[in-house]
């Protein structure tokens, strides 16, 4: 049995979990300005075909993102990552994003929500775009694009939430490929992020 | 990873992070190269009419299908199927953008949809999806300002051409609501005239021959 103690740290990281939290039908102040994607950029000692396998598949993702994830590889395609995988469906973690484009090994693209503390963009969808190049060495440049932020303060607060998330995502990834695989009953402390705007 | 390339590596992480949405300018030798030029084609017009009018036009598919294409479906929540049928008359799966759907909706202002890539596109990399982004901005109680935006474009040869191919389609849809708020209905007649005219200049550009050949 993994420690859900251990389990509900980690789970604090990118991706938001179905709660009961009531829908609210008014939404925050609208911006006049359109939000600017994060970026977050990572190389790797790992080939292109490496590395995209950590990314597009389910035993690669249990590697460093989540105990257990569920990945369908082709557009339209469920990719889950499951924080709580023993939980009854729905409240496992992150569940029902969609594979919006597929190109192996270059770049892939998703639907990604909001935390749930951002009440007003319940439900709603940002853009999560994964690109690959592989280098003359061997190694491996990766960059994530997040994008589709809403008008919306809330919008923004959960654009400075992510800001800080990929970079606790990327440094999980680096101990993956420096240590192993993560021990999901023994997160090293360092590992884990549940800061952002509240 | 080596010590020295840990350190490039974490430095251009924190500015990564420290001017995330102020710039995007690359550590060398460590990232992929951004594209200078706007990721997205965009599309955007006054339409006179206030902003509820408009917001149900694209949020219905009463109105989706009297300036859009001749058929339309919108369940608009997120999540809710969206297709729009330029071709009606054809079989399931050749009628237009079918089985898509909303992926954010903010009341009045702005909606998120999936989008098919074109034609051209799809026979060179397979079946990806892009998003549509459209936005509404009251600018008086009976004008409005529409501003549509196509994302979700790769950067491989396959992808050439889609950003001038977007261009060109939604000028005609804000051309269409336009058309749509001063006058009704669209004639669909004239209107499949106006597509086939603009599919013919997206031919005469050769604007799905490829940049990087």
Known sequence: MRSKTTIFLVAGLLLPMATGAAEQSMHSPMRDTDLAPVYAHRSFDASINQVWETWTTAAGLRTFFSPDAAVDPQVDGEYSILFYPDNPAGSRGAEGMRIIAFEPPTRFVITWNHPPRFKTLKGQRALVEYRFQARDDGGTDMQVKHFGWGQNEESARSREYFDGAWAAVLKRLDYRYEHGPLDWDNVPKHLMYSGGPK | ?213
């Open chain 2, 1 to 213: 990873m080596n010590h020295q390339a840990s350190i490039v590596v974490t430095i251009c992480l924190i500015s990564t992070l420290i001017f995330a949405g102020e710039s995007t300018e690359a550590c060398d030798g460590d990232q992929i190269n951004e594209n200078p030029e706007p990721e997205y084609s965009e599309s955007a017009g006054i339409v006179p009419a206030s902003v509820d009018e408009v917001w149900e036009l694209f949020t219905t598919a009463k109105g989706l299908s009297s300036f859009y294409a001749r058929e339309a479906i919108i369940d608009p929540k997120v999540g809710g199927l969206f297709e729009l049928h330029v071709f009606p008359e054809n079989p399931p799966g050749r009628r237009g953008i079918e089985g898509h759907q909303v992926l954010a909706i903010e009341p009045k202002h702005r909606l998120v949809l999936s989008w098919i890539a074109p034609a051209a596109i799809r026979s060179k990399i397979g079946p990806q999806t892009t998003i549509q982004e459209i936005t509404l901005v009251p600018i008086g109680l009976n004008e409005t300002r529409v501003r549509l935006r196509q994302f979700g474009f790769g950067e491989s040869s396959g992808w050439s051409g889609a950003k001038e191919y977007f261009e060109l389609r939604s000028r005609d849809v804000v051309f269409n609501i336009k058309e749509r708020v001063e006058n009704g209905t669209l004639d669909w007649e004239r209107a499949m005239n106006r597509f086939y005219e603009t599919t013919r200049r997206i031919d005469e550009l050769g604007v799905f021959q490829s940049k990087h050949q």
